[in-house]
């Protein structure tokens, strides 16, 4: 099998854990680091989940490791953050919405467009 897809979270909140336990049911992917604002919330669950980095949020984005960015962010500054996450050249998928106004979504969408990125986002339940 091809090397593994290394992938980041940002933000290590509620959701955070579900979506580690998703990701792990792909052999495809690996998860190589979680960042949060709070940094001790990042160190926890790295410890909690095994994962080898907690990071800061500017870390993880430089880091060339990884690929995709998963965007746990709270739904005000998603399309921020998923903006951030582009212009540091790594695909992206969002938690829902992708953004809170269409205009926003539509910037994301544009700027992964004009730099050959992706943006993926959860389905709306």
């Known amino acids: 099998m091809a090397d593994k897809v290394k992938i980041g979270f940002v933000g ?3 959701i955070f854990a579900e979506y580690v336990e998703g990701c792990r049911g792909f052999r495809t992917l690996e998860i190589a680091a979680v960042a949060d604002l709070d940094r001790e919330r990042a160190v926890e669950q790295a ?5 080898p980095k907690a ?7 430089v880091d060339p490791e990884i690929s995709i960015v998963v965007n746990l962010t709270v739904p005000l500054v998603h399309a921020e953050v998923s903006l951030a996450i582009l212009q540091a ?10 953004a809170v106004s269409r205009d926003e979504g539509f910037r994301v969408l544009r700027t992964a467009e004009a730099a050959g990125l992706r943006v993926g986002c959860a389905p709306d339940t």
């Open 89 to 98: 050249g790594k695909h992206v998928y969002s938690e829902k919405p992708l």
């Open 55 to 61: 990071l800061a949020v500017d870390e993880l984005l």
């Open 12 to 14: 290590a909140g509620k």
């Open 47 to 51: 410890g909690r989940f095994g994962i």
